[in-house]
């Protein structure tokens, strides 16, 4: 696997080696060695799998208390994944990256503790699959304006209509009055 850093260090892309033959191809997603000779070294407790139609933009969702480190891939499909550092203390702090994950580019993501995350669908279906470093706690939630002008995300949206969001995610909060972590 080849751990490239993101335009934010602590985020970290991964690419995976690829074994291809007449059957198809072969890959692994995660060497506990590897990851940590790389720096992240840390136990994943809970596994989760997302399905999403075009459209769809899911976040920017984070937990204040039991942060979640996340390592994202994409299982089928194509998104647009998005990590916003949160941390007060860091000097990338409010500043988001965003990168293409595929079922065909077999990319994956990590994103450490302290981020907020979250992805738009591009292809007709995606299906996501990532492992956490922290149980889900619905009440330590809390979620970023996916289109706060002071982030400057730029969503690769498929038409003027605004994304397919969850009624939760159309009440998230600015990054000037959000949560964050010191």
Do not use: C
Request: proline share 5%.
């Amino acid at each position: 696997m080849e751990f490239t850093p993101s335009s934010i260090p602590a985020v970290i892309i991964i690419t995976p080696k690829i074994y291809k033959d007449h059957r198809g191809d072969f890959f692994e997603t995660y060497r506990s060695d590897e990851f940590s000779a790389t720096g992240i070294d840390q136990e994943f407790i809970q596994a989760n799998h997302a399905g999403s139609k075009k459209g769809v933009l899911r976040g920017l969702h984070y937990q204040i208390q039991q942060a979640q480190g996340k390592l994202v891939r994409v299982a089928w499909g194509e998104i647009y994944d998005v990590a916003v550092d949160l941390r007060k203390s860091s000097p990338s702090f409010g500043q988001a990256v965003g990168i293409l994950l595929s079922s065909q580019n077999k990319k994956q993501l990590w994103i450490p503790p302290g981020f907020a995350h979250g992805y738009y669908v591009l292809s007709d279906w995606a299906e996501l699959s990532y492992k956490v470093t922290a149980y889900y706690a619905p009440e330590w939630e809390r979620t970023l304006l996916w289109n706060d002008p002071d982030l400057g995300i730029e969503w690769p949206l498929l038409s003027d209509d605004l994304p397919i969001l969850s009624e939760n995610d159309k009440k998230g909060f600015l990054l000037k009055a959000a949560e964050v972590y010191e």
